[in-house]
């Protein structure tokens, strides 16, 4: 009797020591998983909140000053009305093959003031047909300066090429009275406001300038081509490396020279004073390029 009591108690407290030994693992195994739990939502929050990264709009980069503000690697060549452009444009021709880029011809323009709309879709069209070819590119077109910024997208270096307001052109054009205004430099370089077509406007030159000074690198003059040639080598040698051995070889086929001519002493006090803002950007055009010039051969 006093075994089986002995034995009874000891099943019990047995069973006792594992009941209590299973709640309590049941209660740790519990808290284990809520802690975990807990802790993988807290991971997963710090995880979110620490590696979510949103992406801005290009136009929100530029908004920030955030955005490119040129490519050297893609050029845009702005003709200037009758200014000899194509010369240059027949030079890119036959490089890109051989320097390894693409020139594109944009579609045929009239240099004319472009809508806000018009702007961005050129801005749009030219940004796809980047994102779509091989860099380097290079572009020409009849188009007056347009600010890719403007609409939050990189800018492409612009370039250009210029020539003599008082050259031969413009006298053929007073004396037969054609639109002595066709090839003024002005408007293309001032862009896209109403007041760069006006006529010896002092805030279209100064936009001008500014414009030149902050996106064209190198604006070549045509009477001064081997020049022109030489400083655009220097500065773009992926695009214009050979440039000066072409050169040579289609001068004898196309006039790339505008001489200034003599003039009537009244044809000259008319053209002056009508081509008084013309010349005077031709003048510091010229200059800049020379000294252009200058630092090329100090460094040559």
Same mark, same amino acid.
């Given at each position: ?5 002995? +034995?009874?108690?000891?099943? !019990?407290?047995? &069973? ?13 195994? $519990? ?12 991971? @997963? ?13 290009? /136009?929100?980069?530029? %908004? ?8 050297? $690697? ?8 009758? %200014?000899? !452009? ?13 320097? /390894? ?5 944009l579609p045929p323009g009239d240099h004319k003031l472009l809508s806000t709309l ?6 749009? @069209? ?6 779509? @070819? ?21 800018? #492409? ?13 413009? +006298? ?5 009275? $054609? ?18 077509? @006006? ?10 300038? %500014? ?5 064209? #690198?190198?604006?070549g003059i045509l009477d001064c081509m081997e020049q022109s040639i030489d400083v655009?080598?220097?500065?773009? #040698?992926?695009?214009?490396?050979? /440039? ?11 006039? *790339?020279?505008?001489? &200034?001519?003599? +003039? ?6 008319? +053209? *002056?004073?009508? *081509? ?16 252009? &010039? ?7």
């Open positions: 009797m006093r075994l089986n009591r002995g +034995l009874l108690t000891s099943v !019990a407290v047995l &069973t006792v020591l594992f009941i209590v030994l299973n709640s309590k693992s049941a209660v740790v195994i $519990h808290d284990s998983e809520s802690d975990v739990d807990r802790l993988a939502g807290k991971q @997963e929050i710090y995880r979110s909140q620490t590696y979510r990264h949103v992406t801005p709009s290009l /136009a929100e980069l530029g %908004a920030h000053g955030n955005l490119p503000k040129t490519n050297k $690697h893609i050029l845009m060549l702005t003709r200037v009305p009758d %200014a000899g !452009a194509e010369s240059l444009v027949l030079i890119l021709q036959r490089l890109q093959g051989y320097n /390894a880029f693409k020139h594109i011809r018009q702007q961005e879709l050129l801005v749009e @069209e030219v940004t796809n047909i980047i994102r779509q @070819e091989a860099i380097p590119l290079s572009f020409d077109g009849d188009v007056r300066f347009l600010n890719f910024s403007k609409f939050g997208r990189p800018a #492409p270096t612009f370039i250009s090429l210029v020539r003599n307001p008082m050259g031969t052109r413009t +006298l053929q054009r007073y004396r037969e009275k $054609h639109n002595v205004f066709e090839g003024r430099a002005i408007p293309t370089f001032c862009g896209q406001d109403p007041r760069c077509t @006006e006529i010896n406007n002092k805030w279209a030159l100064q936009r001008a300038k %500014a414009n030149i000074v902050e996106w064209y #690198p190198v604006i655009l080598e220097y500065k773009f #040698p992926y695009f214009f490396r050979g /440039a000066r051995q072409i050169y040579k070889k289609i001068r004898t086929n196309k006039n *790339f020279s505008d001489y &200034t001519i003599t +003039l009537k002493p009244r044809e000259r006090d008319i +053209l *002056f004073k009508l *081509f008084e803002d013309e010349i005077k950007l031709y003048e510091w055009l010229k200059l800049r390029l020379f000294n252009e &010039t200058r630092v090329r051969d100090g460094r040559s």
